[in-house]
């Protein structure tokens, strides 16, 4: 649901002073949460320089990106390329001597007709950007590839102290990155127009899912975690009709389905041959 809403939000505002204002209040969101459930948000000073580490891909990354595609595509499409992030944590796995199999190479294959797919017809529209799409898929491989860090490289933290951790240095690059292309006279955002997707996603994204998504990375191996999320492209679409009036196309359709099954491929386990 909140792929329409960044949408909006972006045509209100721009878009990196927008995810910055989300995160600065889905910290103090957090603060709360940790006090009323009674959790640490302590991080060992032997800890900080994994956390930076995974704070890159899984924050940094994946955020900057993705914001600044949602701003060049619609919703649902920006959610098909973001939802690739299973696959690119199966190639991740390269790096730790995972090996693919012919399943994950299929899955790949399908993957890439649909981001080529969209990128096609992005460049075949007049008003196509396929610098969006570019964008979205430089955020899903970081997303991916961080996916996997963290099962790697794991951090004995609650999922609340993790993520609130994480915050302070991807408010920065965030904010730097603002000034940088934004500009520094943005000023507040003015209205309830402008101030509400901010709460909702400080609230709903930043002090909940990302919490829960991070909890869900941290216990489960990357393909299953990645699982999760096999849904979310099509809500991305449908979702984006519905509240945007934006209207998929032949592309945006197949492209889902070639997604979705890139997803199957990889994540779907094989049944045992009968005995």
Not at 106 to 128: D, P, Q, R, T, W
Not at 150 to 157: D, E, Q, S
Not at 233 to 250: A, C, D, N, R
Request: proline share 7%; with cysteine.
């Amino acid at each position: 649901m909140n792929w329409p809403v960044m949408k909006y939000a972006v045509t209100q505002y721009p878009p990196l002073h927008f995810r910055t204002l989300c995160m600065v209040f889905g910290m103090v969101a957090m603060w709360f949460v940790a006090r009323q459930m009674k959790v640490s948000l302590k991080v060992p000073r032997e800890m900080w320089g994994r956390l930076a580490l995974l704070c890159i891909p899984n924050m940094i990354g994946w955020h900057v990106f993705c914001i600044l595609a949602v701003k060049e595509l619609s919703s649902g499409r920006a959610a098909i390329l973001g939802y690739t992030m299973p696959v690119w944590a199966v190639l991740s796995g390269l790096m730790f001597a995972h090996p693919v199999g012919r399943r994950g190479w299929v899955g790949l294959s399908l993957a890439m007709v649909a981001a080529m797919l969209l990128l096609s017809s992005e460049f075949a529209a007049i008003a196509g950007s396929p610098l969006g799409v570019v964008l979205m898929l430089i955020a899903a491989a970081s997303w991916g590839f961080g996916t996997t860090l963290i099962r790697h490289y794991p951090l004995k933290l609650h999922a609340l102290a993790f993520t609130h951790a994480m915050m302070p240095p991807t408010i920065i690059a965030m904010g730097l990155a603002g000034l940088w292309f934004e500009g520094a006279n943005v000023g507040l955002p003015q209205g309830w127009s402008q101030w509400w997707p901010i709460f909702y996603n400080a609230f709903g994204v930043f002090a909940f899912c990302q919490v829960a998504w991070f909890s869900l990375a941290k216990s489960l191996p990357p393909v299953v975690s990645s699982l999760s999320i096999m849904i979310i492209p099509v809500v991305g679409v449908m979702s984006g009709s519905f509240f945007l009036g934006e209207v998929p196309h032949w592309p945006d359709f197949a492209a889902l389905v070639l997604i979705l099954g890139a997803m199957a491929v990889i994540l779907v386990p094989r049944r045992k041959k009968a005995v």
